[in-house]
């Protein structure tokens, strides 16, 4: 029996070439017909599905699954429906690199720092040794609890005349002024990289002054320098100052370094040592207890 075999395509996607190729086959017990999809395009990288469908001629429907040839025969022709579905990438436009509006860094410290320097808006004035320092009262009373006591409370010092700093030093003065407004030590040399002996000092002085204002930042800031930088000839000394203020973090590193040393006659023979055993016998006291405390762990 021949049968008449038509064809519809339907493509959901644009493809490369193809066609479908015819292979009928018949004997005396049965006919079939054999479709297959073939890709023209050579080398052509695509994904192909494909769906063969056969027609009911009375419906019009199509259906994958036959379960009888016989029905979808009419007039010796058989009509089958090919899908052919093309999975391609997405088709992404090309990206156009737009203008970019570049943000500098921050520069408040520079104008604060300024601020200071320019005494611009200046509105209270410090007299420390003789030397002059004009600041806001709005800068200092934000960065310091003692200064907001001192410039804003119900005591404030509001007359026109300096108020006179006893007990500091002018440039540890400008240096507590400049972190207060900077929140920074950069203005002032390398106090931060380079603590020799005359750094050393400046650091004590500026911890003393941080703990005398409630300036915490800079307290701990110095104490972290001078933790960094303890050796046996000033150990002592920075004991001394960490117990009078308070820096229990620096205490404990000055007797961890104490009890590192194997010997201690270098430590007994610095000025430092000497001055606490007269003004501090009980903190040296404690620290040899700690110390041998330590040496038993």
């Known amino acids: 029996m021949l049968i008449g075999v038509g064809f519809a395509r339907r493509f959901r996607a644009r493809t490369s070439s193809t066609s479908l190729r015819l292979y009928p086959e018949w004997s005396e017990d049965f006919d079939f017909v054999s ?5 023209l395009t050579p080398d052509a990288n695509v994904n192909v599905s ?3 469908r056969l027609i009911d001629p009375v419906t019009g429907l199509s259906k994958s699954a036959v379960s009888s040839k016989g029905t979808y025969v009419k007039n010796d022709r058989l009509t089958m429906e090919c899908v052919v579905t093309v ?3 997405p088709w992404v436009s090309k990206t156009k690199v737009l203008p970019r509006i570049k943000v500098p860094p921050s520069d408040m410290k520079r104008q604060l720092a300024s601020l200071m320097e320019d005494k611009e808006g200046a509105d209270v004035m410090f007299s420390v040794a003789g030397e002059i320092f004009a600041a806001h009262k709005v800068v200092l009373a934000m960065r310091s609890p003692v200064f907001k006591a001192q410039l804003c409370g119900p005591l404030s010092e509001t007359g026109k005349q300096p108020i006179v700093i006893e007990d500091m030093q002018p440039d540890v003065f400008r240096a507590l ?6 929140d920074s030590m950069e203005g002032h040399g390398d106090l931060e990289e380079n603590c020799g002996r005359k750094n050393c000092q400046m650091i ?3 911890l003393v002054a941080a703990d005398r204002y409630d300036v915490g930042r800079l307290k701990l800031l110095c104490e972290s320098i001078l933790c960094k930088n303890l050796d046996v000839k000033n150990v002592a000394t920075t004991l001394a100052l960490a117990d009078q203020h308070q820096c229990d973090s620096l205490k404990d590193a000055c007797i961890e370094f104490m009890s590192c040393l194997s010997t201690m006659d270098d430590l007994v023979a610095t000025q430092g040592y000497q001055d606490l055993t007269k003004t501090s016998p009980s903190i040296l006291a404690d620290a040899k207890e700690r110390i041998a405390k330590l040496h038993k762990c």
């Open 35 to 39: 479709v297959y999809l073939a890709l």
């Open 50 to 52: 494909c769906d063969l």
């Open 87 to 89: 999975q391609k990438e």
């Open 177 to 182: 002024l400049y972190f207060i407004y900077t």
């Open 204 to 206: 004590h002085h500026l």
